[in-house]
């Protein structure tokens, strides 16, 4: 690899663009800010919202309750179904830079944790604007408010500070049963807070009316819409090594390649999210599941006869390959599952680079060779034999051989930062995932 020569980076202007401070995520959070940052402009020199014998408490729970709703809806598996399906349907035909913008469709987690932040801040002000109002005599407000006003505060803070990167990865578990637990209870006091305040105006006007009511109902059918389908189904585990664990179990509905489901041994606790390896002509889930914290340590080591499924199949980064007429994907470990449906269903020519620990030994021979049989010109890298490679020259070499239109990395979350980085600094089109759940 010491041959493998990488082509000069771009401008150091157009380097900044592509760095990770500055990916399209970050961008969404960023407008966002600016979004709301105006419309609290406008509300103080403007619209007049906070007059010292008058604060606006409805245009204030609009405000809220609209960025909360971005928030939600945008993480609903249909609507992210969506969005990949509109993104991904660009002819390949069109130019490249077109299509990768479309590429980065899977950056839309920016907007749902903007959103939240923002609605937390405009709660912040509302709460602040209630007891102003009590302190100065300029509006009356129950006890009940009072007190569930604030208890949502808690709620929604604590809910941010555990989505905050560092704690989110340090403490993963409670990051989940916070954003479970806390957002199902922010919901249901949401809509007792409604009420309380609609008991409160003298208006007649009937609650199917007003647009909060329908907000809510909105976001309370995308909250329980994944729960009715939730099943426990038979599983069947095959372990080639301690490490891995090979599952396949029937859920009811075909997986498309791209998609992942989340599993769980306790559904009210957590949930962890898998990618999909379907095989063509095949009903049924494939999972490929490796050893890489407590939940997957004890599924493997337990293998369970029956897990929990929920929700449908939801689509990821995998998919942006239908955009590309070749692609590269690079893989480490356990990466190659998400991975595995694309190059079965060999709808994108491809070039797969997978580095791992003894494959054969680690995952099996049967999925060593069914690997080999769609990528007879895979480069896999025994690291137990050759040490770890440089993936991003490896990487490169392939694309430019290949003459392939992107790369797609699936590894953990420094690795597949710096491969990704270092393409897009040299003006090739580089994806993979950011971490936002």
Known sequence: ????????????????????????????FILVTLINSYILYKSIYSWNWFQVDNIALNSLARVILFNFTLAILIR???????????????????PLFIRRICAKVYH??????????????????????????????????????LIITPLILVLLIGIVIMALPKIRTKFHNQFEITHRIGGWSVLILFWVQMFLFLGQELTTMPLWQKLEFWILISLTISVILPWLRLKKVPIQITRPSNHVALTSF??????????????????????????????????GFRLTISRAGDWTGQFISDKPEKIWVKGIPTAGVGNVDKLFNKVIWVATGSGIGPCLPHLLLNETPSVLIWSTRTPEKTYGDNLVNEIRSVQPNAIIWNTDEKGKPDLVKLAYKAYSDFNAEAIICI????????????????????YGAIWDS
């Open 1 to 28: 690899m010491e041959n493998i020569i990488l082509p000069p980076k771009k401008s150091l202007l157009y380097r900044i663009g592509k760095l990770p401070l500055f990916i399209p995520y970050q961008r969404l």
């Open 76 to 94: 609903q598996q249909y609507i992210v179904n969506f969005l990949f399906k509109v993104a991904t349907s660009v002819p390949k035909s069109w």
């Open 108 to 145: 839309f987690g920016g907007l749902h944790s903007s959103s939240a932040t923002m609605g937390t801040i405009w709660y912040c002000i509302f709460v602040g604007a209630i007891y102003y109002g009590v302190i100065n005599k300029t509006h009356e407000i129950s006890i009940s408010i």
């Open 250 to 283: 029937n859920y009811g509905v075909t997986p498309f390649a791209g998609s992942s489901t989340a599993l769980s041994r306790n559904p009210l606790l957590e949930w962890h999210s898998f990618a999909n390896v379907p095989s063509p002509d095949q009903d």
């Open 411 to 430: 590894s953990n979350q420094s690795l597949t930062q710096k491969v990704v980085h270092a393409m897009e600094a040299r003006g090739i089109p580089a």
